[in-house]
C-alpha cells in the first residue's frame, strides 16, 4: 500500500493569473486520469520496438510466400467436387466414370433437348438421385450409356472407350436378369429399372437397330402398365417424357404403331387445353389455320387443333427466350403426349393438304421434342421419304406459297439432307417470290405465324437454309 509521501500536493491560486508550468499541467492530467479510470480493464497493448534493437527485414521471396499462401487460402471453395461426386455410388465406381456419366447429363440437356431450358422444373435437392446412384444396374446402365453417346457424338471411338462401355454394358444387364427373375415385382418397375430398359431402346434406336428397340420398348411398356400406365408418371415429367420420346421417334423411325395411348384417344387419357395454361397473345388469329393467304381450305377439325396447339406453343417458347422466362412444367408433357399421339393415329388422303400438313407437324415435332438429327447420324428412316412423296403429290401449292414456304423451310431443317438441296432449292426460291418476299425478315414474318421455334430453328439454320436456295445454281425444279 502506498503510504502518503507517495501523493503529491498541488497548490494553486486564484490570484496568481499566471499558469502553470508544462509539468505541473501534465502531472495533474495524468492523476486526474488515474482517478477516472481506477477499476475500469483494457486490452493488452504490444509493445513497440526498443529504439535501436534491429528488425529482421522480411526477403522478397519470403514475401512472395506469403503473399501466395494467403491468397490461395482465400481462395479454396466452399466446396470441392460435386454433391454426387461426394457420395457413395455403387460397385464403387471410379471417379472418371462418375465424371463421365455426370458430362453425360449435362450434355443430353444443353445439346439434345435445349427447349427444356425454357421449362419450369424446378431444381431438385441431391437426395432424389441417391436412389438411382445406389443402384448398381442403373449406374453401370448410365456408364454404358455416356460412353455410347461419346463414341457417336464426339466420334471418339477408342479401343479404349469400347471396352469401358462394353464392361459396363455385361454387369449392368447381368444385374437386371437377376433382378426381373426375382419374385419381388415391385423391385423389376422401379423408376431406376424403368430408366435401365428405357436407355437400352435408345440405345439401339440410336443405332437404327429398330428391331431390338421394339423389343426393349415392348418390356418397357409393360413396365409401365404394371405401375399403372403411364398416368402413373405425372410426379416424375423428365421420365414420361423420355419414355413418350422413345416411343414417338421408334414410330416416326419405321412407321409403326406407337406402343402408348392405343386403346383410348389421348384426348381421353391425356387432355389439352389451350385455355389451362392462359397467356396473352397480340394477334390471336394466328392460332387459327383459317386463314386464306395460309391454307386455301379449311383443314381438318383434329388436325387444325393440332396446329392451334403448336403455333401457341412456339409462341410461348420464342417469348420466354426473349424475356429470360420460362414455361410451366406440364404444358411440355402434354403438347407431347397429346398432340403428338394424335398426328401419329390420324390418316387423310395421299396427297392432300391435311396429310402434308400433317407430316409438316411431325417434322417439327421431332426437331422441338425428339431433336436426333442435332445429335445423332442416325435420321429417321421412312420419314423424310413420306414427307417427299406428299410435297411430289401435292397439287395446291400455287394456292398457299405461304404455307409452302413453312413446309419447305421444315423440312430442310429437321428431315432432309444434303442430296435434297437440288430440288428444294429451286422450289424454295420459287414460292418465296411467288409471295413477293426477297429478304430473309420478310420471310420470318410468315413463319411466326406457322408452328416455328426461333432457338432451334431460326438462327443460323433457317437463315442459312434461305441463304443457300438463293445464292445456289441449279437446273433443277420442284420434286417430281
Not at 455410347?148 to 464426339?154: D, F, G, L, T, W
Not at 413420306?386 to 411430289?392: H, K
Not at 421444315?410 to 422450289?427: E, Q
Request: with cysteine; proline share 5%; aromatic share 10%.
Amino acid at each position: 500500500m502506498s503510504s502518503l509521501d507517495d501523493t503529491p500536493f498541488i497548490l494553486s491560486t486564484s490570484g496568481n493569473n499566471q499558469p502553470e508550468d508544462p509539468h505541473t499541467r501534465k502531472l495533474i492530467r495524468r492523476h486526474v486520469m488515474l482517478g477516472k479510470n481506477r477499476g475500469k480493464r483494457f486490452p493488452l497493448r504490444r509493445k513497440s520496438a526498443r529504439k535501436g534493437t534491429p528488425t529482421t527485414k522480411a526477403s522478397s521471396q519470403d514475401t512472395c510466400l506469403l503473399a501466395n499462401r494467403n491468397d490461395s487460402f482465400f481462395k479454396i471453395p466452399r466446396q470441392i467436387g460435386s454433391d454426387l461426386s461426394s457420395m457413395a455410388w455403387a460397385d464403387s465406381v471410379d471417379v472418371s466414370t462418375m465424371a463421365t456419366i455426370m458430362d453425360f447429363t449435362r450434355f443430353t440437356k444443353k445439346s439434345m433437348h435445349r427447349v427444356e431450358k425454357y421449362i419450369d422444373f424446378p431444381p431438385k435437392g441431391i437426395e432424389w438421385m441417391e436412389p438411382f446412384i445406389q443402384d448398381a444396374a442403373w449406374v453401370h446402365m448410365m456408364a454404358f450409356s455416356s460412353y455410347a453417346v461419346i463414341n457417336v457424338v464426339r466420334g471418339d471411338s477408342t479401343q479404349l472407350v469400347d471396352q469401358r462401355a462394353s464392361r459396363h454394358f455385361t454387369r449392368s444387364m447381368r444385374l437386371l436378369r437377376e433382378r426381373l427373375l426375382e419374385d419381388d415385382k415391385t423391385l423389376s418397375t422401379t423408376n431406376s429399372t424403368v430408366q435401365i430398359v428405357l436407355g437400352l431402346a435408345t440405345h439401339a434406336n440410336m443405332h437404327g437397330d429398330f428391331e431390338e428397340a421394339r423389343c426393349h420398348l415392348t418390356g418397357l411398356h409393360r413396365m409401365v402398365e404394371l405401375r399403372g400406365g403411364i398416368g402413373s408418371f405425372r410426379p416424375w415429367p423428365k421420365l414420361i417424357l423420355e419414355i413418350l420420346r422413345t416411343d414417338i421417334s421408334l414410330s416416326i423411325h419405321c412407321g409403326i404403331t406407337p406402343l402408348f395411348f392405343q386403346s383410348l384417344s389421348t384426348d381421353v387419357q391425356w387432355p389439352y387445353s389451350l385455355d389451362r395454361f392462359p397467356h396473352k397473345r397480340e394477334n390471336e388469329y394466328a392460332l387459327s389455320s383459317h386463314c386464306p393467304d395460309l391454307f386455301p381450305n379449311v383443314l381438318d377439325h383434329e388436325l387444325d387443333r393440332a396446329w392451334r396447339i403448336l403455333v401457341d406453343f412456339s409462341f410461348r417458347i420464342n417469348n420466354a427466350v426473349l424475356t429470360n422466362s420460362h414455361l410451366p412444367r406440364d404444358i411440355l408433357v402434354d403438347t407431347v403426349a397429346s398432340v403428338m399421339y394424335g398426328l401419329l393415329r390420324m390418316r387423310f388422303a395421299p396427297g392432300s393438304l391435311d396429310e402434308l400438313t400433317r407430316l409438316g407437324l411431325l417434322a417439327f415435332g421431332t426437331n422441338v421434342f425428339l431433336q436426333w438429327q442435332q445429335s445423332f447420324p442416325v435420321g429417321p428412316a421412312c420419314f423424310p421419304s413420306m414427307l417427299r412423296e406428299s410435297l411430289s403429290q401435292f397439287r395446291q401449292a400455287d394456292e398457299c406459297p405461304h404455307f409452302m414456304v413453312w413446309v419447305l423451310l421444315i423440312g430442310a431443317s429437321t428431315v432432309f439432307g444434303a442430296d435434297d438441296n437440288t430440288w428444294l432449292h429451286p422450289w424454295l426460291r420459287s414460292i418465296t417470290t411467288a409471295c413477293g418476299v426477297h429478304s430473309w425478315d420478310d420471310v420470318s414474318a410468315i413463319l411466326h405465324r406457322a408452328p416455328w421455334v426461333d432457338v432451334l430453328h431460326h438462327g443460323d439454320l433457317g437463315r442459312g437454309i434461305f441463304a443457300e436456295a438463293y445464292n445456289a445454281d441449279y437446273s433443277g425444279g420442284r420434286l417430281a
